[in-house]
């Protein structure tokens, strides 16, 4: 089996993301309106009805928008810390009690074939996590929405075959933009969103560590934009003696669709 993924929706106004393998079928975060989620699967060849459940990063608006909805639509389970769960309770509508999961940060659990463990993450919210998944030795990782760059979550996400990296701002046009100081402040901190100059360096570590795709995230409308980003971690490499797009395949995922679906096949395929 393979795992796969499409990131749906990637920026500051909304988030989600399809991963799954042959028996399993998730969302991570519905940051936008049901509806727009469905149709961005259908894109991808993803019929919603076959979803198995949607797993929540956070509690802020651009990635819970759409899960009551799809909850109640599809009758989908939703996976959140217990922190999440009181940070969005009020803002989702009513969720079945049956599909309420709580889980505990650090603490793995399987969803089908698939082995994912959410891992806590430097951000300004409730009780905030990054996911990895795996199958049959493969690995995919989301690490989003972090403020700063720490042993943690770093460990967990290393060694992944694929990311979808966090790269939300460039300094110079956050400092030199029209956000007020408190919010710029805000994005700067140790809790707020990785720059392109962290991303880079997490990208040159992850694909020093074998990371084969690296999926560039989350870029602000208003601070960031793609070629920038993309440059920046190109950059990155290079000076780190790295080949872009040879020691590892770089995109930018898009803020307003789908990027495409991506895969990653088993490392044990070729032993079965």
């Known amino acids: 089996m ?17 991963v799954g393998c042959d ?31 949607i797993l929540v990063t956070h509690e802020h608006a651009d990635h819970i928008k759409g ?39 650090d603490q793995d659990f399987f969803i089908g074939s698939l082995d994912i463990t959410p891992f806590s993450i430097p951000h300004d919210a ?32 290393i060694g992944s075959d694929a990311i979808i990296l966090e790269s939300n701002y460039d300094l110079d046009m956050l400092k030199a933009g029209r956000y007020p100081y408190d919010l710029k402040k805000r994005i700067m901190s140790r809790k707020g969103h990785l720059s392109n100059d962290d991303a880079g360096y997490v990208a040159v570590e992850l694909a020093k560590n074998g990371t084969q795709q690296i999926i560039l995230g989350h870029l602000s409308k208003e601070n960031n934009f793609p070629e920038l980003a993309m440059r920046s971690c190109e950059l990155a490499f290079q000076m780190a003696g790295l080949v872009p797009h040879e020691d590892a395949m770089l995109y930018v995922a898009h803020r307003d669709g789908t990027t495409g679906m991506f895969s990653i096949s088993s490392r044990l395929a070729s032993y079965t």
Not at 73 to 78: A, F
Not at 81 to 104: H, L, P, Q, S
Request: aromatic share 10%; hydrophobic share 40%.
């Open 67 to 105: 899960i009551g909805i799809l909850s109640r639509k599809y009758d989908l389970p939703v996976y959140a810390t217990e922190g999440t769960w009181e940070g969005m309770y009020d803002k989702i509508g009513a969720i079945a009690d049956k599909n309420r999961v709580i889980f505990e940060p």
């Open 126 to 157: 409730a009780q905030p996590v990054g996911y990895t998944f795996e199958l049959d030795g493969s690995k995919f990782s989301i690490a989003t929405d972090i403020g700063s760059v720490r042993d943690g979550w770093m460990g967990h996400v």
């Open 2 to 18: 393979e795992i796969r993924f499409s990131p749906l929706f990637s920026g500051s106004s909304g988030n989600s993301t399809y």
């Open 23 to 53: 028996d399993a079928h998730i969302l991570v975060d519905a940051g936008v309106s049901g509806t727009r989620v469905s149709q961005e699967l259908a894109r991808v060849g993803i019929d919603p009805n076959a979803l198995s459940a």
